[in-house]
């Protein structure tokens, strides 16, 4: 008889069938390209993503738009920009052929907000692309220290970030408070390790080497099967303290007698005698205190607020090598007024009177024959009938029959003249400055001579006979 002996099976392998198709040279980790016609129906339900986007990014949304329309409706989705509400959203159709594509399309339009341009925004609908979008805002709470470790992400003129995007074939967009990334899904975890580090206070740099000595490491079928941590960097955290400045401590002299006792709050209500009042009236009294605080800072914010309002003091002003000074004072508008129209006179030609009136100067008086005058001669022919008149040889009266006739005449005009002008005076009174030094008599006075020579021009009798007639 021949025995045979029964091999043991192992637990976990005994409800295991043989698989001739499953062969080692089958690499499980590869993803297999999804193709037209591998889904067999359309889609049940509708699904759909709605991103918002900033304002900033809306003229560049709406050129792009077009071609973002175009790369979905391959995949048979849907997408929408609305600019009114800000945001983008994509649909699925009955034409979509690929269940997961409408997840693909969602972060596409997560980076397009982020400010990724289109170009690199549409490789995430690859298979073997992923996305993320890191949020770095929360890891610090000083704002300086936040803005120095994002700049420190970035690097002098970009050379850090693209050293990163080298070694790990990502796409890498810092902007705000996020980062956003994207590339294969090996290099996305590496990035995300890098930005956490670097926001965490450890320097880019280091991590930059030890991605440098892998690649490097790589190379080499030999070490593919041993450990690499004796290759790698070694970075050992320096602690280093900044010294601050010590505080000079005051030292008070030295008394034996203690400090007097503090009151308590007893004490205090006793002195104030709130110790004794209700609670009704402790409360009314804490209102009380509160909205008279309230006024005061209301006061003081209005102040605050119409200090804005109020117009700086001007300094000297140069115009033409004279300076200009502003005073605070008001200027006097009436006495500009009587300046200007006291220029308009002297030019007219109108003579300055005292504002006391015709009364008081002495060249307006009524009797020209006081004031004395030069004759002045005339030929008068010899005629018959001049030798018929009666000559007056008087040695007192130191003129001829004929003069007193000329005189009357004279004393007539005079008369209508000093009237005019009189009425003219009494118009312009207000005009003359009362405060201003008066000039001299004799640039104030007008004598009867000039009165009388006035009234003896042609244009001047022409007038007259008009007036008289």
């Known amino acids: 008889m021949t025995t045979t002996e029964e091999v043991p099976v192992n637990k976990n392998k005994k409800y295991r069938k043989p698989k001739p198709w499953d062969t080692d040279d089958i690499d499980h980790w590869k993803m297999e390209e999804f193709k037209v016609g591998d889904m067999s129906s359309h889609l049940l339900e509708e699904s759909s993503f709605a991103t918002l986007f900033p304002k900033y990014r809306e003229k560049y949304l709406q050129q792009v738009w077009p071609n973002v329309v175009s790369c979905l409706k391959e995949f048979g989705v849907?997408?929408?920009?609305?600019?009114?509400?800000?945001?983008?959203?994509?649909?699925?159709t009955r034409k979509t052929w690929d269940p997961y594509v409408i997840v693909k399309a969602r972060d596409m339009i997560?980076?397009?907000?982020?400010?990724?341009?289109?170009?690199?925004?549409?490789?995430?609908?690859?298979?073997?692309?992923?996305?993320?979008v890191i949020k770095i805002g929360n890891v610090t709470s000083n704002k300086e220290r936040?803005?120095?470790?994002?700049?420190?992400?970035?690097?002098?003129?970009?050379?850090?970030?693209?050293?990163?995007?080298?070694l790990t074939e990502c796409y890498i967009k810092v902007q705000g408070s996020t980062v956003a990334a994207l590339g294969p899904y090996k290099g996305i975890k590496q990035v995300r390790n890098i930005v956490m580090d670097t926001m965490n206070?450890?320097?880019?740099?280091?991590?930059?080497?030890i991605l440098m000595t892998k690649r490097e490491l790589m190379k080499d079928p030999a070490l593919k099967e041993e450990s690499w941590d004796r290759f790698l960097p070694q970075f050992k955290k320096k602690n280093v303290q900044t010294k601050k400045p010590k505080k000079q401590v005051?030292?008070?002299?030295?008394?034996?007698?203690?400090?007097?006792?503090?009151?308590?709050?007893?004490?205090?209500?006793?002195?104030?005698?709130?110790?004794f009042m209700k609670e009704i009236e402790k409360k009314q009294k804490k209102n009380d205190?509160?909205?008279?605080?309230?006024?005061?800072?209301?006061?003081?914010?209005?102040?605050?607020?119409?200090a804005a309002f109020v117009a700086p003091k001007e300094e000297n002003l140069q115009l033409n090598d004279k300076v200009v000074e502003t005073n605070d004072a008001s200027v006097d508008i009436e006495a500009l007024k009587k300046k200007l129209k006291s220029k308009n006179l002297k030019s007219a030609g109108i003579p300055k009177i005292a504002s006391n009136g015709i009364e008081d100067s002495p060249a307006v008086s009524t009797e020209s024959s006081e004031v004395p005058k030069k004759k002045k001669k005339k030929k008068t022919k010899l005629n018959s009938d001049s030798e018929a008149?009666?000559?007056?040889?008087?040695?007192?009266?130191?003129?001829?029959?004929?003069?007193?006739?000329?005189?009357?005449?004279?004393?007539?005009?005079?008369?209508?003249?000093?009237?005019?002008?009189s009425d003219q005076l009494i118009e312009e009174e207000s005009v003359v400055n009362s405060g201003k030094k008066r000039k001299k008599s004799k640039d104030k006075i007008v004598t009867s001579e000039n009165v009388e020579n006035d009234a003896t021009s042609p244009k001047k009798k022409k007038k007259l006979k008009k007036e008289k007639s």
């Not at 009151?263 to 709130?274: A, F, H, I, N, T």
């Not at 005449?409 to 009237?419: A, G, P, R, S």
Request: charged content about 35%.
């Open 146 to 166: 936040f803005v120095k470790r994002r700049q420190r992400l970035v690097g002098p003129n970009g050379n850090t970030l693209k050293a990163l995007e080298l």
């Open 201 to 209: 206070n450890i320097h880019p740099i280091y991590n930059i080497k």
């Open 289 to 306: 205190e509160k909205e008279q605080a309230t006024q005061e800072k209301t006061a003081q914010k209005r102040k605050e607020k119409e």
């Open 110 to 132: 997560k980076l397009l907000a982020r400010s990724v341009p289109f170009e690199q925004a549409k490789r995430v609908l690859q298979d073997e692309m992923t996305s993320d």
């Open 250 to 275: 005051v030292k008070k002299k030295y008394t034996p007698f203690p400090p007097p006792q503090q009151p308590s709050k007893v004490d205090l209500q006793l002195e104030s005698g709130e110790y």
């Open 78 to 92: 849907h997408a929408l920009l609305d600019l009114i509400e800000g945001s983008m959203t994509v649909k699925t």
């Open 389 to 421: 008149l009666p000559q007056n040889n008087n040695p007192e009266d130191g003129s001829d029959n004929i003069a007193p006739k000329k005189k009357k005449k004279k004393k007539v005009l005079t008369d209508v003249v000093l009237e005019s002008t």
